[in-house]
């Protein structure tokens, strides 16, 4: 190979090499530059506080092109107390907020040092973004939640059942299932004793 081809080959080769680190760059460009989902911890019961303080801080420092939404995952619980229907929101995660966002130093920061925050999940300077069909599942269950009813209701204490197959019979409560807002009766049906599962919407306390 004559000394002419040798430095044309070396030449090609450079060129080559920094067409190489110009994608490589481009590709850590572009993952860095990435939208995603990030949870950070807050102080308990100060998750609405900081989806409120950190939205006005996104906007008064003009941080809206990099963090996009804040979210507060919710699910709507139904009470019923002294015959009447109460409806509370109820946080799904406890202590966290999601964030989606790009992020630098910048909007670390901003979210970081907003009041309520205590840290994100992950390193203290490198937080971990969550995966994508975890955060869709977390939001689709806030969005989808069906209710859940919660009642205050005792064993040994008598209830009217107001719908169903036995509307207008009176049971005695012999066991309650909260979690799955159920509980299980003995109702008089024929002079016999029978014993029946109910939901909480089906019943009334006397």
């Known amino acids: 190979m004559s000394e002419k081809e040798e430095n044309m080959l070396e030449e090609e080769i450079k060129e080559n090499q920094a067409e190489e680190n110009a994608d490589a760059d481009s590709a850590k460009s572009s993952e860095k530059n990435q939208k995603r989902w990030y949870i950070v911890h807050t102080y308990s019961g100060y998750e609405n506080k900081v989806k409120s303080n950190l939205e006005k801080r996104i906007e008064y420092m003009n941080?809206?092109?990099?963090?996009?939404?804040?979210?507060?995952p919710q699910k709507t619980i139904t009470q019923i107390k002294g015959g009447k229907k109460l409806e509370k929101e109820e946080k799904i995660f406890p202590g966290y907020v999601l964030v989606e966002m790009i992020m630098d130093e910048?909007?670390?920061?901003?979210?970081?040092?907003?009041?309520?925050v205590t840290k994100f999940v992950g390193s203290a300077k490198k937080p971990i973004p969550a995966k994508d069909s975890e955060i869709k599942k977390i939001i689709h269950r806030s969005t989808t939640q069906t209710q859940k009813i919660e009642m205050d209701v005792k064993v040994g204490e008598k209830v009217r059942i107001i719908s169903g197959p036995f509307a207008e019979f009176v049971g005695d409560i012999t066991e309650v299932y909260p979690d799955k807002a159920k509980l299980r009766a003995m109702v008089s049906i024929?002079?016999?004793?029978?014993?029946?599962?109910?939901?909480?919407?089906?019943?009334?306390?006397?």
């Not at 941080?63 to 507060?72: G, L, N, P, Q, S």
């Not at 910048?106 to 309520?116: E, F, M, N, P």
Request: hydrophobic share 40%; charged share 30%; glycine share 6%.
């Open 63 to 72: 941080m809206a092109d990099k963090i996009f939404r804040v979210e507060v």
């Open 106 to 116: 910048d909007s670390w920061y901003v979210v970081r040092h907003t009041a309520g």
């Open 190 to 206: 024929f002079g016999r004793e029978t014993p029946v599962e109910l939901e909480y919407k089906q019943i009334q306390k006397l």
